[in-house]
């Protein structure tokens, strides 16, 4: 019977943690539930709450990091093309 009590118990403080939110923390984490649902696991993943980037700068991120991409290096865009079809054709 304590063991019940005790999930109870635990059951309530959970249920009483979310019944305090406010809507935007309930947005919030209903936006974090679907990122992490839909996106794929090989794209890039954001940072876990209260870690800084490496190289943060300013709070803007890190320098360059929007120029690191497919089309200001086509060679790796290549790569990664011909790397996702060899993946695919392992798994048929």
């Known amino acids: 019977l304590s063991v019940v009590a005790e999930d109870v118990r635990e059951l309530a403080l959970l249920h009483a ?14 936006e974090k539930w679907k ?11 954001p940072a876990e709450e209260g870690t800084g980037m490496e190289g943060d700068v300013l709070g803007m991120g890190t320098p360059g990091r929007i120029f690191d991409t497919t089309l200001s290096h086509p060679i790796e865009g290549l790569k990664q093309r011909a790397e996702q079809r060899r993946k695919k054709a392992e798994a048929s």
């Not at 943690?17 to 209903?30: A, H, L």
């Not at 990122?35 to 993943?45: F, I, K, L, T, V």
């Open 17 to 30: 943690v979310e019944c305090g939110k406010d809507y935007k923390t309930i947005m919030e984490d209903e």
């Open 35 to 45: 990122d992490g649902q839909e996106r794929n696991p090989d794209y890039w993943q």
